[in-house]
């Protein structure tokens, strides 16, 4: 099984609105990942948790704030955005093998609309 | 910093054509990924080449490894319109050391197959 979830599938908000992207992954993954996507663009890397500690953010603004309670879910709390913020956010996992094979499984995405 | 050049970045085609993507680095990676991405979904992982002058085929598909990791191409024979996304190759390098490595994307490839 290679599934990795999200919720929601789609979010519209405003720019005072506090909001939060769910991702879960079962495949024993050690490494979750936030990207942003642009229509058409690759995605670009946010926040890189390993072994629930956030290991790398990609100079996110504030406003975007990521939690990883437990091996399986990441979060992605929400606030005060802009509608530049809006994009496909998309969650992926990949596992801590340490052999330079980093196969990154993503989630379908959170479609996210900010007015 | 490690770049992919990515290219064509549009092609478009009738159904029953073959077509080649290429990316090129001057980077060595340690492997590369190549994915495919519907509108609305997230990238789904096709293929993962470790070993330079690696050849792997899925069904249709035939990806390629560079002698020296540098390069990688993906040929599609007899294309269909099921075949239509945008395609993805992602390079892994190894990030601080450890085994979760951030991927660098090339640009993306629009790929829409006419029938």
């Known amino acids: 099984d290679t599934e990795v979830t999200q919720t929601p599938k789609h979010l519209v908000m405003g720019m005072t609105n506090k909001k939060s992207l769910k991702c879960e992954q079962h495949m024993g993954h050690r490494a979750m990942y936030w990207y942003k996507q642009k229509a058409k663009k690759p995605p670009e890397l946010m926040f890189v948790?390993?072994?629930?500690?956030?290991?790398i953010n990609e100079s996110v603004p504030s406003r975007f704030s990521p939690e990883c309670p437990n091996s399986s879910l990441l979060n992605l709390h929400l606030h005060a955005l802009q509608p530049e913020d809006s994009a496909l956010y998309l969650c992926?996992?990949?596992?801590?093998?340490?052999?330079?094979?980093?196969?990154?499984?993503f989630g379908p995405g959170t479609r996210l609309t900010v007015t | 910093t490690q770049l992919l050049e990515q290219s064509p970045q549009f092609l478009s085609i009738q159904e029953g054509e073959n077509l080649t993507v290429y990316c090129n680095s001057s980077s060595v990676f340690s492997s590369l990924q190549w994915y495919r991405q519907e509108p609305g979904e997230g990238p789904v992982l096709l293929v993962t080449?470790?070993?330079?002058?690696e050849v792997k085929k899925l069904k249709r598909l035939t990806f390629q490894f560079g002698d020296a990791r540098k390069d990688s191409s993906l040929h599609i024979t007899a294309a269909q319109p099921g075949d239509t996304g945008l395609y993805l190759c992602a390079g892994a390098g190894n990030a601080g050391g450890t085994s979760y490595g951030k991927l660098t994307f090339g640009q993306g490839t629009i790929l829409t197959v006419h029938p």
């Open positions: 080449v470790v070993t330079g002058g």
């Open positions: 948790y390993s072994y629930e500690k956030l290991s």
């Open positions: 992926a996992s990949s596992q801590d093998s340490g052999q330079g094979e980093y196969e990154q499984y």
